[in-house]
């Protein structure tokens, strides 16, 4: 697969289909886009491109633990460049739990980039805020400060990432503990901010100012209740809601895997909503 230096980051990725609209899909977590490889495939052979990308800290694509803003805050320079080198914009976005919250806020930065939403398995609630902060970042501070980079790099969740990546292990065990902290700590104070929002990360007035079209697919377990679903559905202009034959299952977190057997609905739903926002267009120019 592809490997691009994007803004001074080697950036893993791939694009599904040879034709038609562009789609940018995004996974969530720190997790690569192996996982969106099957539903990609199912939408690009109704005519669409669907790019593919491994997120700066996830995936076969390089660490980089620098900067105040947060850490989801470059991946949407690093999405626009990729997308930009490809001649692939505007596009339309699609994204899972932090993908969502990540297509949102590139909209927010790029509406000019943006044709529409596809958003799936949306993150808020009390839970998720409760949750999420400790698993991003929590932990990983508490062992840099007991053990040094050597414990961090000997958690389960980095040694999966050297997996993907060899360069990471090089990366992580140079990098300085008191650096480490302090960046994790703040990337953890920003994402927290983020978690007073009915929808982590974006607050209502960002949620309500959306002018593109948009589709939701509400999640089913504690941290992307179907609640947070509705809730933006209820706040974003002119949204459309789509209901998976689910219901809400008390668990922390179900894995989008496990999703796959309601892959063939989902592709359904986005492609049909993305012919007539296309349509739509042609209509308006």
């Not at 109704?46 to 996830?58: E, F, K, P, Q, S």
């Not at 007073?196 to 697919?217: A, F, Q």
């Not at 209820?234 to 796959?260: K, M, N, R």
Request: net charge neutral; charged share 25%; hydrophobic share 40%.
């Amino acid at each position: 697969m592809p490997v691009s230096d994007i803004r001074g980051v080697n950036i893993n990725w791939q694009v599904i289909g040879d034709r038609g609209p562009w789609v940018m899909a995004t996974t969530g977590g720190r997790r690569g886009h192996d996982e969106f490889i099957p539903m990609a495939q199912k939408i690009a052979r109704n005519g669409y491109r669907v790019m593919l990308h491994d997120r700066r800290n996830t995936g076969a694509s390089d660490l980089w633990i620098e900067g105040d803003e947060g850490e989801e805050a470059p991946w949407l320079g690093d999405m626009y460049e990729l997308m930009r080198s490809q001649d692939a914009l505007p596009a339309f976005f699609c994204g899972s739990s932090a993908g969502a919250r990540t297509s949102i806020r590139f909209y927010l930065k790029y509406p000019q980039a943006v044709r529409g939403l596809l958003l799936l398995r949306v993150t808020g609630g009390a839970f998720a805020a409760g949750r999420l902060p400790e698993n991003y970042y929590g932990q990983f501070i508490r062992a840099a400060r007991d053990g040094g980079m050597e414990a961090v790099c000997a958690m389960d969740a980095w040694k999966e990432r050297f997996k993907e990546n060899p360069r990471g292990r090089d990366y992580l065990a140079k990098l300085p503990a008191e650096k480490f902290i302090q960046v994790f700590t703040r990337w953890k104070e920003v994402f927290e901010a983020g978690g007073k929002y009915p929808v982590m990360g974006v607050s209502e007035h960002e949620l309500r100012s959306i002018k593109v079209p948009t589709m939701i697919i509400p999640g089913n377990d504690n941290t992307h209740s179907s609640a947070s679903g509705r809730v933006a559905h209820d706040l974003i202009p002119g949204s459309e809601l789509h209901q998976l034959p689910i219901t809400d299952q008390d668990v922390p977190l179900i894995p989008f895997p496990d999703w796959a057997p309601y892959e063939e609905e989902i592709a359904r739903v986005f492609v049909d909503f993305m012919r007539r926002a296309v349509a739509a267009e042609k209509t308006a120019a």
